[in-house]
């Protein structure tokens, strides 16, 4: 059983929902970022997504854009992305999926990066522009090394590709709770909690529900039918608030605090 299915399997037994919190690596220095990651596993995240730093994004919207911007800025790379988690993995248990675009895992080579990200204790991946019609040469290796395949879908998503998704997937499934771009949002779709009920009739992995949630009401309520949701801009917004200042890391571990607060 891989760390995130203990995590979700800790959470059942105890009644709880699970809180996703998504970084990006370098972000807004490397020091830095690694203090980050610490107050979020700190302040109550159950998993955390690690988010390796691409110059062309189109998943996301402007706030972590400009993370990613920030990040390379600074010299951050995959590879370095792997000695910041491992750097991390020293100090925290907490589960971390390697977040990120295609591109740059097929430039490291998907093989070895999946070696490479499991040696340095990474427990699943999700590449965003990678359908399941694509993946068959990248989740193959993810199994292989060990990681779980964090299958994704859209509202646009059909119930075939739900199926096939699920079928190659492990750990938990990512909704993305609207089309278009991340985001904080100030509410949730109307029809998400509908929604949610039907993907999860559907799959037999946790549902982890993400994109726009900003505050602990919205956490609260996409958990509602879910077994997680995720929490990305929000958290990264708070980083470039803060940048490098020894407060920020404190910041981040009460707002993410108040984020599992409020999903008990």
């Not at 990040?71 to 995959?78: C, E, N, R």
């Amino acid at each position: 059983m891989s760390r995130i299915e203990k995590a979700f399997t800790r959470l059942g037994k105890s009644g709880e929902k699970g809180l996703v919190v998504f970084l990006t690596a370098g972000d807004p220095a490397p020091r830095a970022s690694l203090a980050y990651l610490c107050s979020a596993a700190e302040g109550g995240a159950d998993i955390l997504e690690l988010g390796i730093p691409f110059s062309d994004p189109m998943a996301d919207g402007p706030t972590i854009q400009a993370a990613s911007r920030r990040s390379l800025a600074g010299g951050m790379t995959p590879g370095r992305a792997l000695s910041l988690l491992s750097d991390f993995r020293e100090r925290h248990d907490t589960p971390v999926v390697i977040f990120g675009y295609y591109n740059p895992f097929l430039q490291y080579g998907a093989r070895a990066f999946c070696r490479d990200a499991r040696a340095a204790g990474a427990d699943g991946v999700l590449v965003v522009d990678l359908p399941p019609e694509e993946s068959r040469e990248m989740a193959p290796q993810a199994r292989k090394s060990g990681l779980d395949w964090i299958p994704l879908i859209s509202p646009t998503s059909g119930e075939e590709r739900i199926r096939n998704a699920s079928a190659i997937g492990s750990g938990f499934l990512y909704l993305i709770s609207v089309t278009g771009i991340t985001g904080a949002r100030k509410s949730l779709p109307p029809r998400l909690l509908s929604w949610t009920r039907e993907v999860k009739a559907l799959t037999c992995l946790p549902v982890a529900v993400g994109f726009g949630i900003s505050h602990p009401a919205m956490a609260k309520d996409a958990v509602s039918q879910a077994e997680a949701a995720v929490v990305g801009s929000a958290c990264v917004k708070m980083v470039e608030r803060h940048g490098t200042s020894r407060k920020g890391p404190d910041a981040l571990r009460r707002f993410v605090h108040s984020l599992k607060k409020a999903m008990r």
